[in-house]
């Protein structure tokens, strides 16, 4: 056997070796814990700093079926923690720093010091906000500019709020900042919003939202107390520039995929985004992925939760042919090609 290879009673060197490490704790990430534990393969899933994904800062998620009464994206991410423990899923907070998929078994190294030897990696890191990249936006992020309308709505009981954006994240955030603004004004650089119709109905019948059409936000102005004063716009037609005056300003612009472990191995898309095959395979086999991640076009907790049971699914087989056959007898089409520097443990 190769040095760095799996022995068969599963230990590298002293160091026990996992089936599969689980990266992500959002509905993809839990959902793959709880298929995998009761493909009996014992997962670790690794949290990451933001627990729960982008669903724990939803106020009120309506759409994921067997909930219709709604309920709130903290109950719904320990609802499916829960599940997945039930099964076996080891939970474990820490952040992985690093993943190193050079050699077989994989190493996966986290930001508490922690080192752990795995046989198969399912990806779920999920995505986090995009940047408006403009002047002020840094300097002002937590005085009074926000990408969480959840975490921070409450500060802006009674004040004026400006919200960027017109996807189903910036109406649907608008709408709950309507509970604490007195005002909430949407800037959209288009005259039509992306968001789906319900939620566009919702935000055209509220009496607090106005919309400000055709208008890019061009920096964040500040006060001598270093709190947001109001921002530069610029209508995207007649190139006028203005100044508007507000309390906080709300950024909903999109989100980009947490792709800052995956090394160059890893084949991405034009937007970072993880490719994978219909089996949920990224190009290193072995190493899976779901979620937000690797979905650059559906991005629901409904549709996360499938990635990552498909994904969950399909590291089970993976394993199984893998430790009846070894790489080279494997069905898995894809060369795996192990390098001549092997870990050393
Ligand atoms: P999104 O759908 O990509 O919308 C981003 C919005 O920001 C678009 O309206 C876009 O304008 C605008 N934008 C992008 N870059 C900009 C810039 N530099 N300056 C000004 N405006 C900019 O992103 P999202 O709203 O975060 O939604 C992401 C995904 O999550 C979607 O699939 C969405 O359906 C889903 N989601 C669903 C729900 C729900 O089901 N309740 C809630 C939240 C999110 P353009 O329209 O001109 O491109």
């Known amino acids: ?72 994206g903290p109950e719904l991410v320990e609802k499916m923690k829960l599940q997945a423990e039930k099964f076996g899923t080891r939970v474990e907070f820490d952040y992985v720093s690093e993943i190193d998929v050079e050699s077989h078994p994989f190493v996966v ?97 509220n009496e607090k939202i106005e919309f400000v059409w055709n208008t890019v936000v061009n920096e964040v102005l500040g006060d001598a107390e270093g709190k947001v004063r109001g921002v530069v716009i610029q209508n995207t037609e007649t190139g006028v520039v203005s100044e508007l005056q507000t309390d906080g300003v709300f950024i909903f612009v999109g989100h980009l995929p947490n792709n800052q472990l995956l090394q160059e191995k890893f084949e991405l898309d034009e937007d970072g985004h993880l490719i994978v095959d219909t089996k949920m395979r990224t190009n290193v086999p072995g190493v899976f992925a779901a979620g937000e991640i690797m ?27 893998f430790e009846a056959h070894g790489f080279e007898g494997m069905e898995d089409p894809r060369v795996f090609r192990l390098p001549q520097q092997r870990v050393t443990v």
């Not at 979905?295 to 042919?321: H, I, N, P, Y």
Request: hydrophobic share 35%; with cysteine; aromatic share 10%.
């Open 1 to 72: 056997m190769a040095t760095g290879q799996a022995s068969t009673n599963g230990h590298v060197g002293h160091r026990p070796v996992e089936d599969v490490i689980v990266i992500g704790s959002g509905p993809a990430g839990f959902t793959a814990g709880l298929y995998t534990a009761r493909a009996n393969l014992n997962p670790l899933l690794i949290t990451g700093n933001d627990y729960g994904g982008q669903v724990s800062i939803t106020y009120e998620v309506e759409n994921y079926p067997g909930f219709p009464e709604s309920l709130s």
């Open 109 to 205: 190294r986290t930001a508490n010091g922690k080192e752990y030897v795995t046989k198969s990696i399912i990806l779920a890191t999920g995505a986090r906000p995009r940047y408006l990249e403009i002047p002020g936006e840094q300097e002002y992020t937590g005085k009074g500019v926000s990408y969480c309308a959840t975490c921070d709505g409450f500060f802006f009981r009674g004040k004026d709020v400006i919200v960027v954006g017109g996807g189903d994240s910036a109406v649907e955030e608008a709408l709950f900042l309507t509970k604490f603004a007195s005002r909430v004004r949407v800037l959209h650089r288009r005259d039509q919003l992306r968001a789906s119709k319900i939620l566009q109905d919702r935000a055209f019948s």
């Open 295 to 321: 979905d650059k076009v559906f991005k629901q907790v409904a549709t996360s939760v499938g990635q990552g049971c498909a994904a969950a699914m399909q590291t089970e087989r993976w394993l199984a042919d």
